[in-house]
């Protein structure tokens, strides 16, 4: 594919401040294998975040986007934690490997124009995915019959997150993306009282620390976003992703935060990315520039990542709008 607009991270830094470069940045966060094929021109059976760190960069470089992320989650295998003794039996990754794999990517961008961001989730969503029998419904049963393995496994997850946070924070990568999804489409999986004793604290101190290595942040949730608008501003986080229509009016959600947050998304991956055409799309997303990306502070994205129902040549109109109609 040719590249018609080079790849340049001080576009999307620019918009992670509010401010205007030469044109709206493109960002997805993840693609799976059929999109990966379509940029690599060349059969992939894994996604993005699975590809050696020079493959990776080939697809951001092919998409038109500003950064490649490295992958720094980490969550044991999914429903494996039943008992404190499995939890006692877990063993955290070594932080020296994040460090060389956030290298890996730094090494293999160079020269590209992309930004490298680092990855990571937070507590609670590494805590209901991997308690089991059955991740997430588990976890709600054990927020009332075992509360000391709740806690033990979120204080757990949060030491790891923050020790792969010392162990880059000297390198040069560009921005951070945090994800915790703590939301369904109708609001909060939990009460927000017991997101008040969980959640809060140890979410607020991971941010802080990401924070305070001086990279802007997005944050990721999916479903109904409201609950976290207040808490991020009041953090200093600088985005949020990727704003799902039906739980959330990104419109709205821009009214009333826009001048705060920097919304990264909506482009409906359930919606016109999968079932419509390309020309569709390039409406949709034209749209969303004009009536969110005034200010500087939109970024043009899926509602969630390019998953296989997205046809790539609708993914690509999405890329070519906001070439056509983003610039400033």
């Given at each position: 594919m040719q590249?018609?607009?080079?790849?340049?991270?001080?576009?999307?830094?620019?918009?992670?401040?509010?401010?205007?470069?030469?044109?709206?940045?493109?960002?997805?966060?993840?693609?799976?294998?059929?999109?990966?094929?379509?940029?690599?021109?060349?059969?992939?059976?894994?996604?993005?975040?699975q590809l050696p760190p020079e493959e990776a960069v080939a697809v951001a470089l092919a998409a038109r986007q500003d950064a490649v992320f490295c992958s720094l989650t980490w969550s044991p295998p999914l429903g494996s934690v039943r008992t404190m003794q499995d939890a006692r039996a877990l063993v955290p990754p070594d932080p020296a490997e994040g460090r060389a794999k956030m290298r890996a990517y730094l090494a293999a961008a160079a020269g590209t124009g992309l930004g490298v961001c680092a990855r990571l989730t937070c507590p609670f969503t590494a805590?209901?995915?991997?308690?089991?029998?059955?991740?997430?419904?588990?976890?709600?049963?054990?927020?009332?019959?075992?509360?000391?393995?709740?806690?033990?496994?979120?204080e757990l997850y949060l030491s790891v997150a923050l020790a792969q946070v010392e162990a880059i924070a000297d390198l040069p990568?560009?921005?951070?993306?945090?994800?915790?999804?703590?939301?369904?489409?109708d609001g909060l999986l939990v009460s927000p009282a017991t997101m008040g004793e969980i959640w809060l604290e140890r979410t607020r101190t991971l941010v802080e620390?990401?924070?305070?290595?001086?990279?802007?942040?997005?944050?990721?949730?999916?479903?109904?976003?409201?609950?976290?608008?207040?808490?991020?501003?009041?953090?200093?986080?600088h985005a949020v992703h990727p704003v799902q229509p039906g739980p959330n009016d990104i419109y709205a959600v821009h009214r009333t935060w826009g001048d705060k947050l920097t919304l990264v998304g909506n482009i409906d991956v359930n919606g016109v990315l999968s079932s419509g055409d390309p020309r569709a799309v390039a409406e949709d997303t034209r749209e969303h520039i004009e009536r969110l990306a005034g200010d500087g502070g939109y970024v043009v994205c899926s509602s969630h990542s390019i998953i296989d129902s997205v046809d790539p040549e609708n993914y690509l109109a999405m890329v070519n709008a906001t070439e056509a109609y983003g610039r400033y």
């Open positions: 590249l018609m607009c080079a790849s340049s991270m001080g576009r999307l830094e620019a918009a992670l401040h509010h401010a205007k470069h030469d044109r709206v940045p493109n960002l997805e966060v993840s693609f799976d294998a059929r999109a990966v094929s379509h940029l690599l021109g060349r059969r992939s059976e894994i996604g993005w975040w805590a209901y995915t991997s308690t089991g029998p059955i991740p997430i419904q588990s976890f709600m049963y054990m927020l009332y019959d075992r509360p000391e393995l709740v806690d033990y496994v979120m990568f560009r921005l951070v993306y945090l994800g915790d999804d703590i939301a369904g489409n620390a990401l924070l305070d290595t001086g990279r802007p942040m997005i944050f990721h949730c999916c479903g109904k976003q409201e609950f976290l608008y207040p808490f991020l501003v009041k953090w200093g986080v």
